[in-house]
């Protein structure tokens, strides 16, 4: 018969095997279960930095628009200016933004003062309802020699059109009225600005408001949209 003493000790003995092969067991069933793998170990330490993707190549230059032919300006045209280079704007008086680029080409003028001429023409777009009016009341201005001055009045009121406040307008600027409303209501300039859109559409324009530089060596160039002064100068500076 053991000893007290022994039997602790073949107690504690017994038991920590127990405890062993229960463990072995328990670990076994987790590797068999794939429950323990190598790559958890992977995933825990930091992935390798990947090599630097070769750059990628620029993007090409957008082409720029393509000009047809332009009519020949001749005096039939309305021309402010003088000078080697030719703006010719194809342009609509309702539409915004002519009425913005119409400042730029103002301040244009002033800045190449005897270098840059300006040559208008009629591009009225149909969802304008007073656009094909307007572009008329104009020309009915510029039979009394007074259409540039007529052209900054529209923009400058181009919220209020309509067929009194134009014939208003030609008063205020020193129009025979009499005569402006018989030119007016008989649609007498109807034609000349179809013609004027037809001449646009025939370059290429196909918005509001499109100008196309003419160089000194023959170059046609289109300002596409109402760009600012900053952006027009270089394209003018080129030109000349």
């Given at each position: ?6 039997s ?29 793998k190598?790559?958890s170990?992977a995933?825990?330490?930091p ?10 190549a ?10 047809g ?7 039939a045209?309305?021309?402010?200016g003088t000078?080697?280079v ?10 915004p933004?002519c ?8 301040q244009?003028?002033s ?11 009629h591009?009225?777009?149909?969802f ?15 039979e009394?020699?007074?259409?540039w ?11 209020a059109f309509?067929d ?8 205020e600027?020193g129009?025979n ?6 030119c007016?209501?008989a ?15 025939a370059?290429g ?8 530089i ?6 046609k ?7 600012p002064?900053?952006q027009?100068?270089p394209?003018?500076d080129?030109?000349?």
């Amino acid at each position: 018969m053991l000893s007290p003493k022994a039997s602790f000790i073949f107690g504690l003995v017994g038991g920590i095997l127990v405890l062993c092969t229960i463990g072995f067991f328990i670990l076994l069933s987790v590797v068999l279960r794939g429950g323990l793998k190598t790559d958890s170990l992977a995933k825990a330490a930091p992935s390798a930095p990947s090599a630097p993707s070769a750059p990628s190549a620029p993007s090409p230059e957008p082409a720029a628009p393509t000009v047809g032919e332009v009519k020949a300006v001749t005096s039939a045209d309305h021309i402010t200016g003088t000078g080697t280079v030719t703006l010719v704007e194809y342009s609509d008086f309702q539409c915004p933004f002519c009425q913005r680029f119409h400042d730029t080409m103002k301040q244009v003028m002033s800045e190449y003062k005897g270098k840059v001429r300006w040559v208008y023409r009629h591009f009225p777009l149909s969802f304008h309802p007073f656009g094909q009016s307007a572009a008329n009341a104009s020309e009915c201005a510029s039979e009394q020699g007074k259409f540039w001055e007529y052209a900054d009045k529209l923009f400058e009121n181009q919220s209020a059109f309509s067929d009194d406040n134009f014939k208003t307008w030609a008063g205020e600027i020193g129009l025979n009225k009499s005569k402006f409303e018989s030119c007016y209501t008989a649609k007498k300039y109807d034609k000349v600005v179809r013609d004027d859109q037809a001449s646009g559409s025939a370059a290429g324009v196909d918005g509001t408001p499109a100008t196309i530089i003419l160089g000194t060596d023959g170059s046609k160039q289109l300002i596409p949209g109402a760009l600012p002064f900053d952006q027009v100068k270089p394209l003018i500076d080129a030109a000349l």
